[in-house]
Nanobody
Framework: VQLQASGGGSVQPGGSLRLSCVASGFTLDYYAIAWFRQAPGKEREGVSC????????TYADSVKGRFTISRENAKNTVYLQMNSLKPEDSAVYYC?????????????????????WGQGTLVTVSS
């Protein structure tokens, strides 16, 4: 099981980026995928999660209305569209997956539920 995150970069406040998480070695169809981020000196936090069975999605309060998670199973890829970016969104972003058929919680995105992680992609929001 391998996950490859990409799409990070530098952007001005208010700008947009789309992150991609490509899976290899397994079929993404049956797996939930979550995005996490970690800023320097801060704990890693869950950003968004998308379930496999019905595409149910959940978001951290800090990104609701600005970020959209989606999946394209035919490409074995999950995306995180990030709009209206703020300096506080700056972090290394990771995608992760866990047990087959895991269903994203409505209330939390807990890294303990995810056992396979990509290498991270850096997002910097600055003027």
């Amino acid at each position: 099981v391998q996950l490859q995150a990409s799409g990070g970069g530098s952007v001005q406040p208010g700008g947009s980026l789309r992150l991609s998480c490509v899976a290899s070695g397994f079929t993404l169809d049956y797996y939930a995928i979550a995005w996490f981020r970690q800023a320097p000196g801060k704990e890693r936090e869950g950003v968004s999660c998308i379930s496999s069975s019905d595409g149910f999605t959940t978001y951290a309060d800090s990104v609701k209305g600005r970020f959209t998670i989606s999946r394209e199973n035919a490409k074995n890829t999950v995306y995180l569209q990030m709009n209206s970016l703020k300096p506080e969104d700056s972090a290394v972003y990771y995608c992760a997956t866990g047990d087959p058929m895991y269903y994203c919680s409505e209330d939390y995105i807990d890294e303990a539920d995810f056992s396979s992680w990509g290498q991270g992609t850096l997002v910097t929001v600055s003027s």
